[in-house]
């Protein structure tokens, strides 16, 4: 059913559309059968994991930046996620960066954005969430505002985290959006444990604790991927989300002048595949077990998923495949993993 409306959904502005896949999905909800038709399905019980002693339904989440306010978790539990990340939340809502900010590469199977941690502000989403219901799991993937300096940041991270630790199950430190200005400057070693040290230090004084996780860049160097493994050892968080969209342009096939026409953004889908693949590859080789690796980069089929897997990812997240290949990829991925326990 997806494939017969992803036409009509490709011929509007990809940010509209977003809006009103949505608006169908809450809809949908309520109709008795309906996801159904559109290829939404609960995991089945095979498909469960455990992970951070946390019960995941299924394997498969959804990545930060597609329910930046957390206004669809229940009905995403319904078509298939095993958890739903929320965000990037910040302390005070922020407008993003001008329209347009989401652009299609549908030769590559990609997206370029520009969104700009675009969302209504930290404490909207916390009342949405206290109002959520049980069964699926939900991380904060929380951020800095725009006009907050890099010097400054860890009272951004600090709002967030406080706000949002009675209502959600993980968090994830988001410091690899290229699309805040100077935000990737904080993925350096100091910055980054003095922001994690920070959020241990809190989250240790709470009745229950929550991981942390980092999300990355899939664009940093050996010898960068060197320093997170230093910090994940060091800070005693829980893991690492690899990876977040990347600023390369190489190997589209799209023509160069139309990519070039699109401006600045951050790519996924597709042709961060193998990128994104080898990161985790490369921190699982010096990041053993438990130490949590969730994977994410053009994941798109089963295959794609498995893939990461095998990697050494524990878990595994969806964005642009879902734009492409709509619910039923869920499905094919929860069914796959099922097989394969």
Do not use: W
Request: glycine share 10%.
């Amino acid at each position: 059913m997806y494939k017969l409306l992803r036409p009509l959904l490709f011929s509007l502005n990809p940010e509209r559309a977003h809006h009103l896949t949505f608006s169908m999905l809450e809809v949908a909800k309520h109709l008795p059968g309906a996801l159904a038709i559109v290829g939404g399905k609960r995991p089945s019980k095979a498909a469960a994991v455990e992970v951070m002693s946390l019960h995941f339904p299924g394997p498969v989440g959804l990545a930060a930046g597609m329910d930046k306010d957390a206004k669809h978790v229940d009905a995403l539990a319904r078509i298939g996620f095993g958890f739903v990340e929320v965000g990037t939340l910040t302390p005070v809502a922020q407008p993003g960066n001008e329209r347009p900010r989401l652009f299609r590469l549908k030769a590559d199977r990609a997206l370029i954005n520009r969104m700009g941690f675009n969302n209504g502000g930290v404490q909207t989403a916390v009342e949405r969430l206290r109002k959520r219901k049980p069964g699926i799991v939900v991380g904060g993937n929380i951020g800095k505002n725009k006009v907050t300096p890099n010097e400054q940041a860890i009272d951004d991270y600090v709002k967030c985290f406080e706000a949002l630790h009675p209502v959600v199950d993980y968090f994830v430190v988001n410091v690899s959006s290229p699309n805040t200005p100077g935000l990737r400057a904080l993925q350096e070693k100091g910055p980054l444990l003095e922001i994690l040290a920070e959020l241990k230090r809190r989250d240790a004084a709470k009745t229950v604790q929550r991981p942390i996780l980092l999300k990355i860049a899939p664009d940093l160097t050996d010898e960068q991927l060197d320093d997170i493994v230093a910090v994940v050892k060091e800070s005693g968080i829980a893991g690492v989300v690899a990876t977040n969209t990347t600023i390369s342009r190489e190997g589209l096939k799209m023509p160069k002048a139309e990519v070039e026409a699109i401006g600045a953004g951050g790519l996924s889908g597709v042709p961060v595949r193998v990128r994104s693949t080898e990161v985790v590859k490369y921190l699982r080789a010096r990041l053993p077990k438990p130490v949590v690796i969730i994977g994410v980069g053009g994941i798109d089929s089963a295959e794609a998923a498995m893939e990461k897997l095998d990697a050494g990812a524990d878990l595994v997240q969806v964005f642009t495949g879902l734009i492409y290949e709509g619910p039923a990829l869920l499905k094919r991925i929860n069914a796959t993993f099922a097989m394969r326990k």
